[in-house]
């Protein structure tokens, strides 16, 4: 071997990860599926906690990083639940928790949600992100690094 300086992860690299996430004890998500992710270091493409880990990292190195909810999906906003009359929902939904719901508003845009609490007449919806309030458990390896492209640079995402 040569005295060749061992690649490490900086600012505008285009890295492969592979990961388990694990939450409250469970894999919510892994990259065993669908193949490592891509994303380029330094522009906020991936949640800051995670980000923050994989600068110096190497190829073939793995590590595990436990993120807190300030630094992965935010903390849970106890303004994002509202209660809407059950007679509100069309007949094809069931009204039962863990429900996964999408709604317009007048603008057009989609907000997702899931019925987190069915009362009497009515169902509280959650408009949380599901991984909000949640410290997220990963275990991550570096399988790629690559410079960006400067048109990768220009949109801030990587092209493949
Ligand atoms: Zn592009």
Same mark, same amino acid.
């Given at each position: 071997m040569s005295e060749q300086e061992k690649r490490v992860v900086g600012d505008n690299d285009v890295v492969s990860l592979e990961y388990t996430l694990t939450v409250d004890g469970e894999v919510v998500d892994s990259s065993e599926g669908h193949g490592p992710i891509e994303f380029i270091q330094g522009r906020g493409n991936i949640i800051p906690g995670l980000e923050k880990e994989v600068y110096g990292m190497s190829v073939g190195e793995s590590k595990a990083v436990s993120v807190a909810p300030a630094e992965g999906y935010g903390e849970e906003d106890p303004n994002a639940f509202v209660e809407i009359p059950k007679? +509100?929902? %069309? %007949? +094809?939904? %069931? !009204?039962? !928790?863990?429900t996964p719901l999408q709604l317009r508003d007048h603008q057009g845009q989609v907000f997702d949600a899931v019925i987190a609490e069915v009362r009497d007449d009515t169902a509280l919806l959650n408009f949380n992100h599901p991984l909000a309030g949640k410290t997220l458990n990963f275990q991550i390896k570096v399988v790629g690094i690559r410079e960006a492209t400067p048109e990768e640079l220009d949109h801030g995402h990587v092209h493949h």
């Open positions: 007679s +509100e929902f %069309p %007949p +094809e939904i %069931p !009204v039962e !928790v863990g």
